[in-house]
């Protein structure tokens, strides 16, 4: 285990430090655009920038590290995370901070595939859960963090994102400088979405809502904070809290969903969500702290919903096929993240900062009634392979380990369960 962590310190150190910058960038773009005073539809419009840029990565970036290798594609991102923040800290223009933000957008996807595929050519079996526990831990704390030094500086001049630029900088040397062997290169993806459909309906509508939802919030969460007229500090701490329920919940959804169908899960998750997101735009006024718990209540499904899909989807796969469906739920969850900020926007815009969550509402009842819905049209089993240990992503959703490496699909074959009348948790390595 500590040879093995051993292995991928360097690499972690770079996410903590990568991430740090993501926390931060994410947070004083949304702040610097409100005191610019341009209006919800026009970040929403930018956000968009990124999210294409994001999903274009899914398709692009394996092509660039199987020609010229992990840590060069590596270092190529990270300095366009770094240019891109540092041309929105130089040139204050929506119209080029679309591009700037594509650019970023299209970076920090390649970067999170870049890792991952790296982190399972360094895990086994026995150690993989732990690694990419760490793993999570790592993002999240380093999101957070970087959140909180929005208070430290002034969004309204270059001082945070000349800090950002920095920060993305240094999350180069430790993999740059590292003597760990470099991994294989990954494994090239097939795309077939209309097939993934007639498959598992619900893992492509849930995924796409999925993306809707997270996209809407990464993108927006923080005008909302603005316009409801939180400090720096306080909005930091909304974030904060709505990204810790999302790494508290992870477990016990993949627990029970290995248990139940995993589109009961889902439906619970769709009732969860509708319910504290009304109670959220209902409580707009009321104590920072009483947001804080009602935001961990929405980030409990918000960001862990991708993942049920993802798990249902393989549990209806056969194992040469677990890469293509990841693949094509990859681009389904992109596409719902460019729709989700174009479509709350206008109605941010019309309606105020409440309308966030009534639009949230509605996409979460829309996941929830379909996965209802297909529970009536489909037995559980029916079409049922083997069902598929749960896997939790990161806090932020990415185009996920087991579609990068040989490595990492071999993991996915070892995962089936022979009886999945027995809990995930319960079963031993054999």
Not at 127 to 147: A, D, E, H, K, P
């Amino acid at each position: 285990m500590l040879a093995s962590l051993a292995s991928v310190l360097s690499l972690m150190l770079s996410t903590l430090l990568m991430m740090v910058a993501f926390g931060l960038q994410s947070y004083v773009i949304p702040v610097r655009s409100v005191a610019e005073n341009w209006s919800t539809m026009t970040v929403s419009v930018i956000a968009t920038g990124y999210t294409i840029g994001f999903t274009l990565s899914c398709i692009i970036t394996p092509k660039f590290v199987l020609r010229v290798g992990h840590v060069r594609v590596f270092t190529a991102l990270i300095t366009l995370l770094s240019i891109a923040i540092l041309l929105c800290g130089l040139v204050v223009d929506w119209r080029l901070w679309i591009a700037f933000r594509a650019i970023s957008g299209f970076a920090i996807s390649g970067s999170y595939l870049v890792i991952e595929s790296w982190l399972n050519e360094r895990v086994t079996n026995d150690n993989r859960g732990m690694l990419f526990s760490l793993y999570l831990i790592t993002t999240m704390v380093g999101t957070i963090g970087g959140q909180y030094m929005v208070p430290l500086g002034d969004p309204t001049n270059t001082s945070l994102f000349i800090l950002c630029g920095v920060l993305f900088s240094l999350a180069l040397l430790p993999t740059a400088l590292s003597s760990s062997p470099m991994p294989a290169p990954p494994a090239q993806a097939r795309f077939d979405i209309p097939g993934l459909f007639r498959r598992s309906p619900v893992a492509v509508v849930g995924g796409f809502l999925a993306g809707a939802l997270s996209g809407a919030w990464l993108n927006l969460g923080g005008v909302f904070t603005q316009k409801i007229g939180l400090s720096t500090g306080e909005g930091a701490t909304l974030l904060a809290s709505l990204l810790t329920g999302s790494a508290i919940s992870q477990i016990p959804i993949g627990r029970a969903s290995d248990r139940i169908d995993r589109r009961v899960v889902m439906a619970g998750c769709g009732i969860v969500g509708v319910i504290s997101c009304l109670v959220m735009s209902a409580s707009i006024g009321s104590s920072p702290t009483v947001l804080y718990a009602i935001a961990a209540c929405v980030g409990s499904v918000l960001f862990p919903i991708y993942a049920l899909n993802v798990a249902h989807a393989n549990d209806l796969a056969k194992p040469d096929e677990y890469v293509e469906i990841s693949s094509g739920l990859m681009i389904t969850y992109g596409l719902g993240t460019i729709s989700g900020p174009l479509m709350v926007g206008p109605v941010m815009d019309r309606f105020g900062p409440a309308a966030l969550f009534l639009v949230l509402a509605v996409y979460f009842a829309l996941y929830g009634s379909y996965a209802a819905w297909r529970i009536l049209r489909r037995d559980q089993h029916q079409g049922l392979v083997a069902k598929t240990d749960f896997q939790a992503t990161t806090v932020l959703p990415t185009p996920g380990p087991d579609v990068t490496s040989p490595i990492a699909q071999q993991a996915s074959l070892d995962g089936l369960i022979e009886d999945d009348t027995v809990p995930a948790w319960e079963r031993q390595p054999e």
